[in-house]
T-cell receptor, first 111, second 116 residues
Framework: GENVEQHPSTLSVQEGDSAVIKCTYS??????FPWYKQELGKRPQLIID?????GEKKDQRIAVTLNKTAKHFSLHITETQPEDSAVYFC??????????FGTGTSLTVIP | GAVVSQHPSRVICKSGTSVKIECRSL??????MFWYRQFPKQSLMLMAT?????????EQGVEKDKFLINHASLTLSTLTVTSAHPEDSSFYIC????????????FGSGTRLTVV
């Protein structure tokens, strides 16, 4: 089955700096890679996703890059704000099927 | 957008009793729903895939006799934790995919189960 690894497990940045979270996956059949933000005790919220036919996608301060050959994808948050503090999960999936999640990154943005 | 309702949000039960968690798709029909478990400060782990009208598919290591899944209608899947023990205490979350969208997954709000 799919194995998704995520690094780092914790990340602290100063407000205004950038944050980068990286994930690798093992199953070459995976073709959909969402990123979720989860606040304590709440459901994961989709913040951005990318499909295998695209190398990069950007939405305001958030961007995701995908390298299919190397089987890794990354989340980039620029101009971080305190409200970005949360746990972020990457996931990998094949179309219409279940997600396999990374181990999570606890991001703290220091005001 | 698509809404998935999950109940209860919190439940405390005594060891040895059973607990049922419901996951409903409110504005779409979900032929497939997924059940995840999340221990504190850990990731979401897929437990099983629930298919309407057929048996659920369980991930390796998940006891099918302990975690009973029923997907009797296109809008409802239930997870029953049977003979619950303290080690079953966890956050359980369901998700469903809108059938018209290849990537339109929606998560329920989650259920915090505490077994005492």
């Amino acid at each position: 089955g799919e194995n998704v690894e995520q690094h780092p497990s914790t990340l602290s940045v100063q407000e205004g700096d950038s944050a980068v979270i990286k994930c690798t996956y093992s199953d070459s059949a995976s073709n959909y890679f969402p990123w979720y933000k989860q606040e304590l005790g709440k459901r994961p919220q989709l913040i951005i996703d990318i499909r295998s036919n695209v190398g990069e996608k950007k939405d305001q301060r958030i961007a995701v890059t995908l390298n299919k050959t190397a089987k890794h994808f990354s989340l980039h948050i620029t101009e971080t704000q305190p409200e970005d503090s949360a746990v972020y999960f990457c996931a990998a999936s094949t179309t219409g099927n279940q997600f396999y999640f990374g181990t999570g990154t606890s991001l703290t943005v220091i005001p | 957008g698509a809404v998935v309702s999950q109940h209860p949000s919190r439940v405390i039960c005594k060891s040895g009793t059973s607990v049922k968690i419901e996951c409903r798709s409110l504005d779409f029909q979900a032929t497939t729903m997924f059940w995840y478990r999340q221990f504190p400060k850990q990731s979401l782990m897929l437990m099983a895939t629930s298919n309407e009208g057929s048996k659920a598919t369980y991930e390796q290591g998940v006891e099918k006799d302990k975690f009973l899944i029923n997907h009797a209608s296109l809008t409802l899947s239930t997870l029953t934790v049977t003979s619950a023990h303290p080690e079953d205490s966890s956050f359980y979350i369901c998700s469903a995919r809108e059938p018209t969208k290849s990537y339109g997954y929606t998560f329920g709000s989650g259920t915090r189960l505490t077994v005492v």
